[in-house]
């Protein structure tokens, strides 16, 4: 900083920061990088000027978040050839940080949403949809990915012909 003799302060956690002597400290803020932001005013000029200064360690760990997902493995309800079925699953996000989760499965199967955001305890369900356009054994994972965690959970279904219509 221009003018200002500096010295060092010693944060409570170990950290430095580069403290000025005539400067008068207005704010501080700490980035997601670990920097810390310092503004400060130095006597006569009295003008706020910006400064940055290494916290001297790693950055803050970010709350993690921990989805879970229940049940583990789905087995659709009786399917009919040509009839949409639905069932679901339940995510919990049981960490201390915000999931950001993507889901997807492969055809026949689709699912409700793509992708979502859960706060720390929240918790939503996810549905998957099957209308299958032929009988007999189906089956897919549907992943979920989220920070690093990736979930999979199995899905099947057995699909049935499709009843005769009445004559007339």
Request: net charge neutral.
């Amino acid at each position: 900083m221009r003018g200002c003799p500096a010295s060092l302060l010693t944060l409570e956690d170990g950290r430095r920061l580069v403290r000025w002597a005539r400067g008068v400290v207005v704010g501080l803020c700490v980035l997601s990088s670990g920097a810390l932001c310092v503004l400060a005013s130095c006597a006569p000029e009295n003008d706020v000027q910006t400064a940055w200064a290494s916290a001297g360690g790693p950055a803050p760990a970010r709350p993690a978040a921990r989805l879970t997902v229940t049940p583990s493995a789905v087995s659709f309800p009786r399917t009919l050839v040509g009839k949409p079925t639905t069932t679901a699953v339940r995510l919990r996000n049981e960490g201390e940080g915000v999931a950001q989760a993507v889901l997807g499965i492969p055809a026949p199967f689709k699912v409700s949403n793509t992708s979502l955001s859960l706060p720390p305890g929240a918790e939503h369900t996810v549905e998957l949809h099957l209308e299958p356009a032929q009988p007999g054994q189906t089956g897919a994972v549907l992943l979920i990915q989220s920070e690093g965690q990736r979930i999979e959970v199995t899905v099947w279904a057995e699909v049935e012909p499709a009843p005769p219509s009445p004559g007339p």
